[in-house]
């Protein structure tokens, strides 16, 4: 099976990650090549430490903040 970044569109032929189109015949799946998943978990890295770093008290519970009408009780 062949694969398909899905950030970049680029495909995946033999072992390596080609930015050109390639003529696929038969099943496709897509992923992460090898540079956009390296950027996607720095960027994951960079939100889990501004959440360890977070003084709200939130005890590592919620690490994104949502405007709540009912005070904070919602679910």
């Known amino acids: 099976m062949q694969r398909k970044c899905c950030v970049c569109q680029k495909t995946q032929?033999?072992?390596e990650w080609?930015?050109?189109p390639v003529e696929i015949d038969g099943?496709?799946?897509h992923g992460y090549c090898?540079?956009?998943?390296?950027k996607l978990m720095t960027e994951i890295q960079a939100v889990v430490a501004v959440h360890e770093?977070?003084?709200s008290g939130a005890g590592g519970a919620v690490w994104w903040k949502s405007p709540c009408p009912q005070g904070g009780q919602c679910a």
Do not use: K, R, V
């Open 18 to 20: 080609l930015a050109m």
């Open 53 to 55: 770093n977070d003084d």
């Open 27 to 29: 099943p496709i799946t």
């Open 13 to 15: 032929w033999g072992g």
């Open 34 to 38: 090898p540079e956009c998943f390296s």
